[in-house]
């Protein structure tokens, strides 16, 4: 099934050092859902993988030619799928564990042995490039997010979707209308935002820092990503948390 996100599987720049890789859709509850990783090559040389998506043996020649393959990076408890994959494709690596998602791999038998857990702030491996902060408040999502210096690209996970309705079969698109992340007007999905009830004032801190960060474009795991307005995006889409 075509994504709307062609060509797949293959890196597309967005800055100078930072890419971003269209995968095909995953399953979720039923429901088929697009899928982005980010790469980041550091001043090291090596790579800083977000939410790896399935590793094909184009893409791992492809990323290889880039540098070496370091960390692996689970942003939140559900984007971990497949970094077991790129544990045994590359030598050497470094999974970060987001929080809970431990606890969920046990659950769902998925068979990956997390290195290092990922804090509120940015570990020394990239902290000069790269700042990080862990976003509180849900009952449910703990989501880390990433900011690349350089580039001043914000990169999200869930915190914001942005499905584009022509890009949907036709059966799903009423009921992504019902949870609010459509595009133009993307944002964090109903059931997610019902999760931060009573927590909104943590939540708020970490879009605070966001929007302080002041970043150029966004990118987000599922649907059109913001390749501009970057900080009047932020506004828009958390306005029912500001």
Do not use: C
């Not at 791992?60 to 494709?89: C, F, M, T």
């Not at 857990?117 to 408040?137: C, K, M, N, R």
């Amino acid at each position: 099934m075509p994504t709307g996100y062609e060509p797949l599987n293959t890196l597309k720049p967005v800055g100078e050092n930072i890419w971003i890789v269209d995968g095909p859709h995953i399953s979720f509850y039923g429901l088929p859902f697009s899928t982005r990783m980010t790469v980041i090559r550091l001043a090291s040389g090596d790579l800083f993988i977000h939410s790896p998506i399935a590793l094909t043996d184009a893409l791992k020649s492809e990323v290889s030619a880039l540098g070496k393959v370091r960390h692996l990076v689970s942003p939140n408890w559900i984007h971990y799928a497949y970094i077991a994959d790129w544990q045994a494709a590359f030598a050497n690596t470094i999974a970060w564990a987001s929080p809970n998602v431990r606890a969920r791999a046990v659950k769902h038998k998925v068979d990956i042995a997390f290195d290092r857990d990922l804090g509120e702030v940015a570990e020394p491996g990239w902290a000069e490039e790269i700042d990080q902060l862990v976003a509180f408040g849900s009952k449910t999502h703990v989501e880390v997010v990433f900011f690349h210096k350089a580039s001043k690209t914000l990169i999200l996970t869930d915190l914001i979707e942005n499905f584009e309705k022509p890009k949907l079969p036709w059966w799903l698109r009423f009921a992504i209308g019902l949870a609010g992340n459509v595009d133009p007007d993307g944002k964090a999905p109903i059931d997610m935002r019902m999760s931060f009830l009573g927590g909104k004032s943590k939540l708020r801190v970490a879009v605070q820092q966001m929007i302080d960060w002041a970043p150029e474009r966004i990118i987000l795991a599922h649907g059109r990503w913001y390749e501009r307005d970057g900080t009047i995006e932020l506004r828009r889409a958390f306005r029912w948390v500001l």
